[in-house]
C-alpha cells in the first residue's frame, strides 16, 4: 500500500512571495490533515479535511494560508505571502475512519520550506 | 490552552537498558494517547496507541497511562543504537473527533 505521497520535497523562497504544497493521501483515506512543523516543536494541526470538508481550521492563519481539497482526494496548501516564521517543515497526514478519537494517521515525508 | 508538555531531553541510556519516556496533559476529557518515533529529517511514525487505563505492551515497547494523574508514558526495553531518535507524545484533544495536540517531543540517545 503506497503511503501519504507529497511534493516538494524541498522548497526555498523569499518572504512576500508565494508557494504551494500538495499532498496525495493514502488511497481511500476520508480524512486529511495539515500540519506545522517548526524546528525543536512537535507538529501542529492547521487544518482538517474529512472527504472535501473542511472539520477543523481554528489554527489556520487565515490570511496568509489557504487549503482546498478538491474531490475528497488530493489537497494543497498555500501560503501567500510568506514570511519569515513560516520556515518550518508542512507535513500532510491522512486517516482511514471518519477522524473519530482512535484513529491513526500517517504522516508523509513533509516539505520543508525555508523563507528567506 | 490545551498542552501537552515533555522534557526535551536529551535522554542518554546505554545500549541494552531501559529507556522511560514520559508526557503529561492539560485536557482531562481526553481519551486517546500516541506515541510516534521521528528520526532527524523524517515523518512522525506511530510506535503505540493506548486507550485505557494501565500498561499496554507491543514488543520491546510498553505504553502506560493514567488518567488521574494526567500521564503517558514510554518504556523501551533493550533499548538499542536504532532506537535514537525524537519521540512524540500525541493527545487527542478532540473529544470524539480525531484532533493531535503533540508535545515538543524527548530526543533519546542510545549509546554503545
Known amino acids: 500500500e503506497a503511503g501519504v505521497a507529497q511534493s516538494p520535497r524541498y522548497k526555498i523562497i523569499e518572504k512576500r512571495q508565494s508557494v504551494a504544497f500538495w499532498c496525495n493521501p493514502i488511497?481511500?483515506?476520508?480524512?486529511l490533515y495539515w500540519y506545522q512543523q517548526i524546528l525543536g516543536q512537535g507538529p501542529k494541526l492547521l487544518i482538517q479535511?474529512?472527504?472535501?470538508?473542511?472539520?477543523?481550521d481554528s489554527q489556520l492563519p487565515k490570511d496568509r494560508f489557504s487549503a482546498e481539497r478538491l474531490k475528497g482526494v488530493d489537497s494543497t496548501l498555500k501560503i501567500q505571502p510568506a514570511k519569515l516564521e513560516d520556515s518550518a517543515v508542512y507535513l500532510c497526514?491522512?486517516?482511514?475512519?471518519?477522524?473519530?478519537?482512535?484513529?491513526?494517521?500517517?504522516f508523509g515525508p513533509g516539505t520543508r520550506l525555508t523563507v528567506l | 490552552q490545551k498542552e501537552v508538555e515533555q522534557n526535551s531531553g536529551p535522554l542518554s541510556v546505554p545500549e541494552g537498558a531501559i529507556a522511560s519516556l514520559n508526557c503529561t496533559y492539560s485536557?482531562?476529557?481526553?481519551?486517546?494517547f500516541f506515541w510516534y518515533r521521528q528520526y532527524s529529517g523524517k515523518s512522525p511514525e506511530l510506535i503505540m496507541s493506548?486507550?485505557?487505563?494501565g500498561d499496554k505492551e507491543d514488543g520491546r515497547f510498553t505504553a502506560q497511562l493514567n488518567k488521574a494523574s494526567q500521564y503517558v508514558s514510554l518504556l523501551i526495553r533493550d533499548s538499542q543504537p536504532s532506537d535514537s531518535a525524537t519521540y512524540l507524545c500525541?493527545?487527542?484533544?478532540?473529544?470524539?473527533?480525531?484532533?493531535?495536540?503533540f508535545g515538543t517531543g524527548t530526543r533519546l540517545q542510545v549509546t554503545l
Open positions: 497526514a491522512s486517516s482511514s475512519s471518519s477522524g473519530v478519537s482512535t484513529d491513526t494517521q500517517y
Open positions: 488511497s481511500g483515506h476520508a480524512t
Open positions: 479535511f474529512q472527504n472535501n470538508g473542511v472539520v477543523d
Open positions: 485536557d482531562r476529557v481526553s481519551q486517546s
Open positions: 493506548i486507550y485505557s487505563n
Open positions: 500525541a493527545v487527542n484533544s478532540g473529544g470524539t473527533a480525531s484532533k493531535l495536540t
